[in-house]
Structure formats: C-alpha cells, structure tokens
C-alpha cells in the first residue's frame, strides 16, 4: 500500500452503525490514516464547519430512512455547500446503482458499496485525497501568481541605487529562457523576485510550481520531484511545472546523492516517474533561490559543480536591506498601506522620529523583518500615528510581545512570526519552540500566505 505518503488530516466517517465506524477506524489506523467518525447528517455538518477533513465517507442511509437513501443525498448537498474542496465518497448497503448517480451528480466524487473490500476502499480514499491535494496546490499556486503580480509595486520600490540597478537587470533576465539563480541573505525576497521573473516572462500563463527544497525528504525526493505511476499516478512538480517556471527554494539543502537525480533531468529535460520506465519530456524554466555560500559548498563536496553551472546560467544578487537606506522608509509606508487596506482600517503614517528610527535599524531579517516590524506596529498602535515607543524595534528580540485585544488568528500569526524570527527562520526549531509539528507550521504558513505577499525567504 501507499503508506510512505503521510496523511496528517483525518478523514471524516459518518455512519448510524457504531460497528461500521468501528471497522473503518480500525482499517484507517492500520493504513496510517487518521479518522474522525459521527453518526448523524447534523454531526456530520457540525464536524465539517469546525474542522479540516482530507475526505469525508458518507453513508446514504439513516435511521429516519433507510432505503431511499434521501438524507444522504441531502447530506451531500450541505456538506458541498459548506466544504466546496471536500473530497466525498458516498457509500451504501443497498446496492443502488440509481441512487449512487444521484451522489455523483449532486457532488460525490465517487461511491462505495456495502460491505466494502478493504483494497478498493483504501485505492478509492488515497485516490481522492491525493485528487484533493493537487486542487488545493493548483489553488495556492494560482493565489500565488496573483499575489505576485500585485506586489509590482512593492519590487519597484527602489529609490536606491542598488534596487534600481537589481530591478532593471530582473527585467532583462525575465524576458528570456535561461536558468536564473537567485542570491541574497534571509528576507531580502528572494521567492518574491522568483514569482517576479515568471509573471514578466513568456511563460507567465503556464504554472510557476514552488519548491522547498530544503522539506523534502530524501525517501520522497524523485517521487515528489519526478512523480510515480504506482499505486496511484501522481505528478511531480517538473511536470506540474511544464511549459512554465519551477522555483526551486533553498538549493543548498539538497543531498548530493539528489543532485545526480536532478542534474540528468536539467541537462536532458527528460525524466522517469517512479514505478515505470517510460521516459517523458518537460519544458520548465528553473528559478532556484539560495542564501548558502555555494562556492564553499563546493569545496566541502556539499554541492555539485556541474549542478550549480546548470542553475547559473543567469544571477541575481539582491542587496540587504542595510544597503538600501533610500528604501526603508517607502518600503514601510506601502507595508503600512497594504496592512490597512487588508484590516479595513483608515490610513496609519509613521511621525518623524519613527522614521529615523527605520533608517537608523541595522534591519538583520532585512524587508521580511521590516514588514513584519510594521504589521506588529499597526496591529498594537492605539493611533494614527506610529511613533518610535510604537515600533519598539529595540525590543524586537527580547520582549514578550503585548496580545491584548488581538483576534486569536491575529495572535496567533504574530507567534508564528516571532518564533520565525527568534529562530532565523529555521522551521523545526520555530515549530520546536511552538510545540507544534513542522507540517503544523506549513499549514499555518500556508493561511498566512493567502492574505498578502509573503517574503519566504
């Protein structure tokens, strides 16, 4: 079975018969997915607006009844109007073929008859899950792309001469085909610019797939990077990433022995999904992002020659913020004006001293801790005004940030950011010192990323 595929999402069992839900609980565990099982259409309902499901099982029989399988249609219904993603499976004991239809039609992605085999239900849930997976990175990715294009105006804050210099040589680049390497240190913008150099490319209209290099598992690295056609098939992000950009972040952190693997499909653009050795062709522009000293990384045997003279056929080096003295404070105004706009709020400004106090910052997290030094202000700022006492960025570090009158998404989005901060943006160790799982964090990461144009690296 596909068990190396972690399910961290339960999937939702809704079933009258406790021993039905008994069965599926017990087959679940034993394939390492979690469940979450109720036994009524209104728990149901209840469950799927407080919680996150990877799938939901729906039987289409209930005590009120039990053969025309009426509430479980009606149950499809509302569970596609509160959980539009939700992949469903409708299951029944009676065998009808009619009423099986009438799910499908009315949003079921597939059916289940009663009783189940154990293989065809775990096929048909892995199925649907991995299905439910590429909607909802098709989604991020799209959301991305826009949030791209939106934050022109921010990569043309550049009254130094520096980001000017950057900005003009990232529309030369853009206009080409050749592999780009972006440098720079953590929080200078790197993925931002990545997106950048796609939206103002040719292949804007085709996907610009996104890659943590740095989170993937050495056991799921060709799988994930190459795709695999057994037990289920399933893309990989070159080929989800044909006719258009793969960025592939943190490049330094890939093992050596991944860097052979990677090397043949850049230097011969074909590549083999696991489980079949028919050969298939991509087209995709690489954009890779690293803060590492590469050139060390050589010496060290850490990183392969040939390898970076494949992803550095074009460099982008972007400047630290310290080095961009003229851009701090635009930079703060149109995070300010951004934040504002987004909390429905009227317009905040910065006082004079506050001002000199941006210049004056050495700024070690660069734009990335700018930004989130000018949300933490706008959120705890009783005024219009944002004095220097309301940055408090001599306090950045070492001061247990005030959460009175926050929402709960509000704080917990400042924890999230401060313990990236406190951590040099190491995700285990912020996810350590949050007492969550580093895929906990993703998520989490992933939410915030949805409200505005995030510097990830």
Known sequence: ??????????????????????????LLRSEGIPSFEVDS????????????????????????DTTSGHEGLQLVVRIREEAPELP???MTAWGSIDVAVQAMRLGAADFIEKPWNN????????????????????????????LARQAGDMLRVCESSAMRHVVELIGRIAIGDANVLILGENGTGKSLFAREIHALSRRSTCPAIRVDMGSLPDARFADEMFGEDKPVPRSGRFELAHGGSLIME????????????????????????????????????????????????????RFRRDLLYRLNAMQVRLPPLRDRLDDIVPLARHFMLRDCRR??????????????????????GNVRELKHAVERAALLGNHDTIDTEGLALHRLSDTPMALDNLTLPEAEELLVRNALERNDHNLQRAADSLGIS????????????????????
């Open 41 to 64: 259409p209104a728990a149901a309902l209840d469950a799927v607006s407080r919680h996150e499901f990877a799938c939901a099982i729906i039987d289409l029989n209930y005590t009120a």
């Open 88 to 90: 469903l499976v409708a």
């Open 438 to 457: 580093r895929q906990a964090l993703y998520r989490r990461l992933g939410k915030q990323r949805t409200k505005g144009p995030e510097f990830a690296e």
């Open 343 to 364: 909390r429905g709020r009227g317009a905040m400004t910065f006082s004079p001293s506050a001002e000199r106090a941006l210049r004056s910052y050495d700024w070690p």
């Open 119 to 146: 293989a065809r239900m775990i096929h048909t849930l892995r199925s649907q899950i991995a299905l439910g997976e590429i909607r909802e990175e098709n989604k991020r990715l799209r959301t991305e792309t826009a």
């Open 1 to 26: 079975m596909y068990r190396d595929h972690e399910i961290a999402v339960p999937v939702l069992v809704v079933d009258d018969d406790p021993d039905v839900r008994l069965a599926m609980r017990m």
């Open 250 to 301: 943190e490049i330094a952190s890939i093992h050596p022995l991944q860097q052979a693997k990677l090397l043949r499909v850049l230097e011969e653009g074909e590549l083999e999904r696991g489980g079949t050795m028919r050969t298939r062709r991509v087209d995709v522009r690489i954009i890779s992002t690293t803060n590492a000293d590469l050139d060390a990384a050589i010496r060290n045997d």
